[in-house]
């Protein structure tokens, strides 16, 4: 009975590692070189985010999502 382990995720090999580290310091030099460009894209930055949050944050949280035979929760003192 031989015991065979999956094969692990590229990131967590020692090849993948080096990339995600070449990656952060890549990223790290053009966020610091670009701040000045950057910065000045935050504010849209915020307002592309409000809908983005709107359409995506709306599978959470049960609006209106009842599935089941039983409609009440069980922290709530509606009944």
Do not use: Q
């Not at 094969?7 to 020692?14: E, I, L, N, T």
């Not at 592309?48 to 709107?54: A, N």
């Amino acid at each position: 009975m031989s015991l065979s382990l999956p094969p692990a995720p590229f990131w967590r090999s020692r090849p993948g590692i080096a990339v995600g580290m070449l990656l952060v310091i890549a990223l790290f030099y053009f966020a610091r070189e670009h701040f000045a460009h950057i910065s000045l894209l935050l504010p849209y930055a915020i307002l592309l985010l409000c809908p983005l949050m709107h359409l995506f944050g709306h599978h959470h949280g049960g609006h209106g999502h009842h599935h089941g035979a039983d409609n009440t929760s069980k922290g709530d003192d509606k009944g």
